[in-house]
């Protein structure tokens, strides 16, 4: 029972050009969601949160947007950068309970 | 941020031998620590929840007595493989969260078993 999903495997997009990542979740308890980039052989850094009481947050390049009733939340990057290049990952909690991971898109960042 | 070490990076073991990984929160006392595993290509699955101080609470499907989790203070908790099989191979990481309270987990580097 996968309850966080992303349903893209991979993802390429063009530098300077704005990268969308997106998520779905099916249990509406989930109260926080993260979104964490991680590259081969290393552990996940955390990017950027929202709470479920929100519908955007930003931070610099990153916007994180979550639409409840779809229960579908995106990461937004603009303009996208070489760096940016990783495996991304959204999560969900409840509670501050455990985080749920999505299976993870892998974003290519090409010049 | 926080800073969250592991080691070792990385582990190479023969079949039917045991492996100590460690996980230290280097600048703040983690009262929680999570242990996670990775196959390739695939989401990270969390395998158990480590209170400093009590017993770990292990997801369904994974075996205690084969996972050995300690939390033994604020800043460390170790996850032993017992009798390491070649299905075990794989990428363990650890996470940790602060105190204080919030959803954030901050992850070490991870540490590839591979077992022969």
């Not at chain 1, 999505?102 to 090409?110: A, I, K, N, S």
């Not at chain 2, 595993?37 to 989401?43: G, V």
Request: charged fraction near 20%; aromatic fraction near 12%.
């Amino acid at each position: 029972d996968q309850q966080v999903k992303q349903n893209s495997p991979s993802l390429s997009v063009q530098e300077g050009r704005i990268s969308i990542l997106n998520c779905d979740y099916t249990n509406s308890m989930f109260d926080y969601f993260l979104w964490y980039k991680k590259y081969p052989a290393e552990g996940p850094t955390f990017l950027i949160s929202i709470s479920s009481i929100k519908d955007k947050n930003e931070d610099g390049r990153f916007t994180v947007f979550l639409n409840k009733s779809a229960k579908h939340l995106s990461l937004h990057i603009v303009p996208s950068q070489p760096g940016d290049s990783a495996v991304y990952f959204c999560a969900a909690s409840r509670n501050t309970d455990k985080l749920i991971f999505g299976t993870g898109t892998r974003l290519q960042v090409f010049p | 941020g926080a800073v969250v070490s592991q080691h070792p990076s990385r582990v190479i073991c023969k079949s039917g031998t045991s492996v100590k990984i460690e996980c230290r929160s280097l600048d703040f006392q983690a009262t929680t620590m999570f242990w996670y595993r990775q196959f390739p290509k695939q989401s990270l699955m969390l395998m158990a929840t480590s209170n400093e101080g009590s017993k770990a609470t292990y997801e369904q499907g994974v075996e205690k007595d084969k996972f050995l989790i300690n939390h033994a203070s604020l800043t460390l908790s170790t996850l032993t493989v017992t009798s390491a099989h070649p299905e075990d191979s794989s990428f363990y990481i650890c996470s940790a969260s602060r105190p204080t309270g919030g959803h954030e987990q901050y992850f070490g580097p991870g540490t590839r078993l591979t077992v022969t």
